[in-house]
């Protein structure tokens, strides 16, 4: 039950981010109840097998999603980029020492920067604070990131997701950087 409501979460997050990435009209209530239902489907089959960084990026973007379909302000939680890159090398900061006390931790180091990433790229992104192209290669950073420890930890369809996302990211990136650039 619990693999299949992994990969029920897996497809619904890949139709919705095709959705952004792809569509130019996208609409952003179909977008979060998009990412909402996913979300809360990934949260519940990570959590069974206590693949805590899936927990916590899908129950941040879940949370999210919920606010925003709630039509509820979150330009107080937003800050821009100065703060987004003072708590980033904070976060890595924090991995690399633990890196250095415990070498074998690398992977989930990793993984938890890339959560942080997710997060950090979904708010900013949902509060306007974040262009377009600048989430989409967010994005694709954080999916690669996560791939190593995923695999590990045998959370295949979160992996497949994060596969097929940091694909679909990229494709997006560049076609939103095309697009700025066709006058170029």
């Known amino acids: 039950m619990m693999v299949t409501l992994g990969w029920v979460g897996t497809i619904l997050y890949i139709v919705n981010h095709a959705y952004l990435s792809l569509y130019s009209q996208w609409?952003?209530?179909?977008y979060y109840l998009g990412n909402l239902?996913?979300?809360?489907?990934?949260?519940?089959?990570?959590?069974?097998?206590?693949?805590?960084?899936?927990v916590a990026i899908n129950g941040f973007w879940a949370i999210i999603s919920l606010l925003m379909l709630a039509s509820v302000s979150l330009r107080a939680l937003a800050f821009g980029s100065r703060r987004a890159q003072v708590l980033m090398s904070g976060v890595i900061a924090i991995a690399a020492v633990a890196v250095i006390k415990s070498p074998d931790q690398l992977w989930n180091a990793l993984n938890w920067i890339a959560a942080v990433i997710f997060a950090l790229a979904y708010l900013m992104f949902c509060t306007d604070k974040m262009r377009p192209r600048h989430y989409?290669?967010?994005?694709?950073?954080?999916?690669?990131?996560?791939?190593?420890?995923?695999w590990q930890q045998q959370n295949y369809s979160v992996f497949c997701l994060?596969?097929?996302?940091a694909g679909l990211s990229a494709w997006a990136a560049y076609k939103k950087y095309t697009e700025a650039h066709i006058v170029d």
């Open 37 to 54: 239902l996913a979300a809360s489907a990934l949260v519940v089959s990570s959590s069974a097998i206590q693949s805590w960084q899936a």
């Open 162 to 165: 994060e596969v097929t996302w």
């Open 27 to 30: 609409r952003r209530d179909v």
């Open 136 to 150: 989409q290669l967010a994005n694709m950073i954080a999916a690669l990131m996560t791939l190593p420890s995923l």
